[in-house]
């Protein structure tokens, strides 16, 4: 059995066209190299792979470059990105289901991959969606324009994974998927956590698995934020929730907890004056208003609750004129925020 990385690398590299096959199927064969857009398994022919070796002193089978970035490597980086894995103990793991091998402790010799860390942490978090892409002409993209959220500039904050680590919560074979990644970020913009939104290749839907959305890495007071910090926030739970209403209200600084819960608990900057609670039609949804606006005036923050038409404000998007949505805000708010925002920030009734 393979006592480190370098031995199982070496073991990839006997079946390097198998590799490639299996974990850069968007490329095909040239001669002795595998040629593909990159390690992420994106269509194209920039990265090429050998696929035997080049005599006693040459270059050796599975060792790969990326032309176009300088990028370079053996199969484990390839198992490591194309399957968006962070942790080092799983790459080696997915290594030995692939050469149909026997689990192994974890162990780390230094070499190929980052050193481990705990699943799940903030470091694990930051690894994901540091290997994660801009949104734009993505299945992501497609999925939140599905969702009538067409105004999809200045939101850094989301990212996407073309094949995201899925672990079912049976005992059932781990999968890949695309994901949106959105970064939870506290107070000073460090990322504190991760959430993973799996979905559909076609980008129609999420991912048809028991729970498509999870979140990782520290949550509590932290959110995913849409805008810098100013005097005036609106807050809520959902991302879709909260890009609905960006896409009414583009210039108003806004975050998403993930959860009820995390929504009761975020932290408030020292230049908030007025904050927009935006409720879910739901009792948990009403929970967390609850305890939030008490938490804002204790702290002498003005707070003002945004309900919606349907259950939520993605419901009100899909399901109603974009300007019966812009009437429906601008009763709910202040008379200086629907000058500052809904006017002067919106998009005058158009998408896009």
Same mark, same amino acid.
């Given at each position: 059995m393979?006592?480190?990385?370098?031995?199982?690398?070496?073991?990839?590299?006997?079946?390097?066209?198998?590799?490639?096959?299996?974990?850069?199927?968007?490329?095909?064969?040239?001669?002795?190299?595998?040629?593909?857009?990159?390690?992420?398994?994106?269509s194209g022919r920039s990265?090429?792979?050998?696929?035997?070796?080049?005599?006693?002193?040459?270059?050796?089978?599975?060792?790969? @470059?990326d032309a176009a !970035?300088?990028?370079? $490597?053996?199969?484990?980086?390839?198992?490591?990105?194309?399957?968006? #894995?962070?942790d080092f103990y799983d790459v080696t793991e997915e290594a030995r289901r692939f050469l149909s091998l026997p689990r192994s402790e974890p162990e780390f010799d230094g070499r190929s991959c980052l050193p481990p860390v705990p699943t799940g942490s903030p470091e694990s978090a930051r690894r994901l969606f540091g290997m994660s892409q801009p949104?734009?002409? @993505?299945?992501?993209? !497609?999925?939140?324009? $599905?969702?009538?959220?067409?105004?999809?500039?200045?939101?850094?904050? #989301?990212?996407?994974?073309?094949?995201?680590y899925y672990r079912p919560e049976a005992d059932a074979p781990t999968e890949t998927w695309p994901a949106m990644i959105a970064a939870v970020t506290d107070l000073q913009g460090r990322v504190t956590g991760a959430h993973r939104t799996w979905l559909d290749p076609s980008g129609r839907d999420k991912a048809p698995v028991d729970t498509p959305r999870r979140a990782m890495g520290y949550l509590l007071g932290h959110a995913v934020r849409f805008g810098p910090a100013g005097d005036v926030t609106a807050a809520g739970e959902g991302i879709e929730t909260m890009l609905s209403l960006r896409s009414v209200m583009p210039s108003m600084p806004m975050v998403a907890a993930l959860s009820a819960a995390h929504l009761a608990a975020i932290l408030f900057p020292a230049t908030l004056r007025r904050l927009y609670i935006v409720r879910d039609d739901d009792r948990a949804g009403d929970g967390a208003v609850a305890g939030l606006f008490d938490r804002a005036q204790s702290a002498g923050i003005e707070a003002m609750v945004l309900s919606p038409q349907c259950g939520d404000f993605n419901e009100d998007l899909r399901n109603f004129d974009f300007n019966a949505l812009r009437a429906a805000l601008r009763i709910q708010l202040t008379l200086e925020d629907v000058g500052r925002f809904l006017i002067a920030g919106g998009l005058d009734g158009k998408r896009g």
């Open positions: 393979p006592r480190n990385a370098a031995e199982l690398a070496h073991r990839l590299a006997r079946e390097a066209e198998a590799v490639c096959r299996h974990y850069l199927s968007n490329g095909r064969r040239v001669g002795n190299y595998w040629l593909v857009g990159d390690v992420r398994n994106t990265m090429f792979v050998r696929l035997k070796p080049r005599g006693a002193a040459g270059r050796p089978a599975g060792k790969w @470059t !970035t300088g990028e370079h $490597g053996d199969l484990l980086d390839v198992i490591k990105e194309s399957c968006g #894995l962070v949104i734009a002409g @993505t299945v992501v993209e !497609t999925y939140l324009r $599905g969702r009538g959220i067409t105004n999809l500039h200045g939101i850094d904050s #989301l990212r996407f994974h073309p094949r995201c």
